[in-house]
């Protein structure tokens, strides 16, 4: 049996670094085996099918495969269908009353506990604000991302220790759910 997935590849071409070419990484994936690939965007998604593995075996192989094609190291998630629709799905915030700007959904390798951001003061915060999800942390910023206090806070190297986290915004998590559908 088949199942589809996305690859969220972290941190790739932006500001002209890690240069991962969209048509090279769809190469790269169909010769892993991986069937159906299709990329979104020059900014690190790809969806595929494929009949063996898990999401972290094939988070490992894909991790692998990149840095000895294109040379340098990026962190890998992958995740299914039925888990990017749970996300999509369960959002703690008015989605449908929101500019796709305003909301962001940060994906984890593994579960996360509210300890990790105990150290935020949230309501210095506001009107920004986050909730957590199934190894997913969802993040309210009405300005946008790149003017956000809080999201600055949340992406601190001792928050995120130990751990691959990857953000897209909300029009990009509705078209992964979407791609990945079938």
Not at 1 to 14: K, S
Not at 62 to 76: I, N
């Amino acid at each position: 049996m088949t199942t589809m997935y996305a690859a969220l590849l972290r941190g790739i071409n932006v500001g002209g670094k890690k240069r991962v070419p969209m048509a090279e990484l769809r190469q790269l994936m169909e010769g892993l085996g991986y069937d159906a690939v299709r990329t979104h965007l020059q900014s690190g998604q790809a969806v595929f099918a494929s009949g063996h593995g898990d999401e972290e075996s094939l988070a490992a192989e894909l991790t692998r495969a990149v840095e000895e094609h294109f040379g340098f190291p990026v962190d890998v998630i992958v995740r299914d269908h039925a888990y990017l629709r749970a996300i999509a799905e369960s959002c703690p915030f008015p989605a449908a009353d929101l500019e796709a700007k305003q909301l962001h959904v940060t994906y984890f390798s593994a579960p996360v506990t509210a300890d990790r951001f105990a150290e935020i003061d949230q309501e210095a915060c506001l009107p920004e604000e986050f909730r957590l999800g199934d190894r997913a942390l969802y993040l309210y910023a009405p300005n946008g991302l790149g003017r956000s206090r809080l999201a600055e806070l949340l992406a601190r190297p001792r928050v995120n220790k130990g751990l691959i986290a990857t953000t897209r915004n909300w029009n990009t998590v509705v078209k992964l759910v979407e791609l990945t559908a079938g």
